[in-house]
């Protein structure tokens, strides 16, 4: 693909993540925003739904039916849409990012299990790479077809990966607890984000089983792990932003802090969007997704607690841009040849 710029299209375009893709690709040097499209907004201006982009370039929703062939067609929908359609999507995009879960894992029985309903392409899987740079970039470079992650599962992944790749976690349990805002949820209303109910919540709503579990473990077997994995999600009130806190039980003597740093550092080197937080001082000593809404960050700290026996891993983004668009736009830079960093530099807002 040649790195002009290119003709893009966003489905699902009404709903939360497609709304930030908007923002990103309309800023974006190298993305000529062709359409953007809504079943229940077509022939509304986006700015009707999203504010935030009323002095943007004008731009009114069209039916998803209505895209026009593209460069590249992003798909935020909610998971198990894109599959319905996803023959008719390749031939539409020359390039296909989808931002759902659909073709983030590579096994079908993997989908069944813990989506309870069968693939319906289980042929195409193999056709999409999955999306987090930081871990397979030169995969992305190449791809035709890119799946993103889930919000929780790139916090987790860039957190936990080094450590396997580095032998600093081997057997035992590895126990991820998760603080999500309310975004992560989507744009459609339900009883339970209705402002009562939500606002002021600390909800254990999945304690045990999150689908993300499957995403992150098949990763991290790739690379060796054996240990088991569970994770827990809390939604909390705050709208944008996820905190893992990741708990792994090294033997006593085994890892040492420098050995920590270490594996960080050779992972995320040339990693422009991973930031290692461990002040000694100030207020923002780790990780915080308070500060890093909108950005395209993911921040990751740690303290070894008892003689190193427990090792805590704080891994914070913004689940719409790093854990969503942000990442989407990324893995496009790299897909069409831009620099990596290219319409994702906006640095965050302090105070906030
Ligand atoms: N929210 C997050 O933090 C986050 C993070 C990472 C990944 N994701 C993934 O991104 C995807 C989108 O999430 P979201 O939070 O943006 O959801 P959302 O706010 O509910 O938006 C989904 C949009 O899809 C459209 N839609 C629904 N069914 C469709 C269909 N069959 N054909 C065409 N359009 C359809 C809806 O708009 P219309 O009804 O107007 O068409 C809706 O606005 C999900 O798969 C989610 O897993 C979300």
Redesign the pocket.
């Known amino acids: 693909m040649s790195p002009d710029r290119l003709k893009v299209a966003v489905?699902?375009?009404?709903?939360?993540?497609?709304?930030?893709l908007l923002r990103l690709l309309l800023a974006h040097p190298g993305a000529d925003v062709r359409q953007a499209?809504?079943?229940?907004?077509?022939g509304e201006p986006v700015a009707l739904?999203h504010p935030n982009l009323r002095s943007l370039r004008p731009l009114v929703?069209c039916?998803?039916e209505e895209i026009s062939p593209c460069d590249v067609l992003f798909?935020?929908?909610?998971?198990?849409?894109?599959m319905?359609?996803m023959d008719r999507w390749l031939k539409t995009g020359t390039k296909v990012v989808?931002?759902?879960?659909?073709f983030r894992l590579r096994r079908a029985e993997d989908w069944k299990q813990w989506y309870e309903s069968d693939h319906q392409c289980p042929d195409l899987l193999d056709r999409f790479v999955y999306g987090i740079p930081e871990i397979n970039r030169a995969a992305i470079r190449s791809a035709s077809c890119v799946a993103?992650?889930?919000?929780e599962a790139?916090a987790s992944i860039l957190g936990l990966r080094p450590l396997v790749r580095h032998g600093l976690v081997r057997g035992g349990a590895v126990v991820i607890d998760a603080k999500?805002?309310s975004?992560?949820?989507?744009?459609?209303p339900s009883d339970s984000t209705h402002h009562p109910e939500r606002a002021g919540a600390v909800r254990s709503y999945r304690p045990t089983g999150h689908r993300h579990t499957v995403e992150i473990s098949r990763i991290l077997e790739a690379e060796g792990a054996n240990f088991s994995l569970y994770v827990t999600a809390t939604a909390i009130d705050m709208v944008?932003g996820?905190l893992v806190t990741i708990h792994v039980f090294p033997d006593a003597g085994a890892v040492t802090e420098k050995d920590v740093w270490k594996a960080y550092r050779a992972e995320y080197g040339d990693s422009p969007f991973v930031r290692i937080v461990k002040e000694n001082r100030g207020l923002y000593r780790f990780p915080e997704p308070k500060i890093l809404q909108g950005t395209n960050f993911c921040e990751i700290g740690f303290e070894l607690e008892n003689g190193g026996r427990r090792l805590v891993v704080m891994s914070a983004l913004d689940?719409?841009v790093k854990?969503?668009?942000g990442?989407a736009v990324q893995c496009f830079n790299l897909m069409a040849g831009f620099p990596e960093t290219t319409g994702l530099e906006f640095p965050g807002l302090h105070p906030v």
Not at 75 to 82: D, H, I, T
């Open positions: 489905i699902g375009a009404a709903g939360y993540g497609g709304g930030e499209a809504s079943r229940r907004f077509a739904v929703f039916r998803p798909l935020s929908l909610p998971n198990g849409e894109s319905k359609s989808d931002l759902g879960a659909d993103g992650p889930g919000c790139i999500m805002g975004s992560a949820a989507g744009a459609r944008r996820i689940n719409l854990g969503a668009a990442n």
